[in-house]
């Protein structure tokens, strides 16, 4: 008796298989098709990182009240310093001291170049340029009946090449004054406008100094 099934072809189950196979050879093809060309590639990356910077930037502290605060702590720590020093003055007679001369024109300095970058705000910050200006004022001009005055020697690095004698007077008769009375000298009046200043400053500051 034959066995019909060596003649038996399973057409419909190896159509079926490879049928199938096509299938899913299409839809992989198909896939690749809804993907967009090189240059929607760009413009959808570039879409997505704008977006994310966008996201980024309004999470982030702002970047001028960042500049802001590092340059008012920088002045308020520039004003602290010279204050010490001419504390330091009153105790005792630096009139001679050609580092303490140095040290007084190289804050001074940096207090001239804080002053230009306090300018910057002026327009919304009138309150804490006037109260800078009548300080820096103040001491530059002092004292007021001699030709070069305090504010000439301090610009001009007294202490660092020269120690001047009009410049070793003025200091002296600074101190001197101090000793006699304290509380009405010239230091006194300039630390309460130093103070004035700082206090100013600090309540400006997004951040309480500690």
Avoid: C
Wanted: net charge neutral; charged share 35%.
């Amino acid at each position: 008796m034959t066995d019909r099934r060596i003649d038996r072809v399973d057409r419909p189950r190896d159509e079926g298989v490879y049928s199938s196979r096509i299938q899913e050879d299409k839809k992989e093809k198909e896939k690749f098709k809804h993907l967009p060309a090189d240059k929607d590639k760009q413009i959808l990356l570039a879409t997505f990182f704008s977006y994310l910077k966008k996201m980024f930037d309004a999470f982030s502290p702002s970047k001028d009240l960042a500049g802001k605060v590092i340059d008012q702590q920088a002045i308020i720590e520039n004003l602290l310093h010279f204050k010490k020093l001419i504390e330091k003055l009153g105790k005792e007679d630096l009139s001679n001291s050609a580092d303490f001369a140095t040290e007084l024109s190289e804050v001074w300095s940096g207090l001239l170049e804080d002053f230009d970058n306090v300018g910057i705000l002026e327009r919304k910050n009138i309150k804490e340029i006037a109260t800078f200006r009548e300080m820096m004022d103040i001491i530059k001009h002092y004292p007021p009946d001699t030709e070069h005055r305090l504010g000439y020697y301090l610009l001009q690095h007294a202490g660092k090449d020269w120690l001047p004698f009009p410049f070793i007077e003025i200091l002296a008769k600074l101190h001197n004054e101090h000793k006699e009375d304290a509380k009405t000298s010239t230091l006194t009046q300039w630390i309460k406008l130093i103070d004035g200043v700082i206090n100013t400053l600090k309540k400006q500051l997004p951040f309480k100094l500690p």
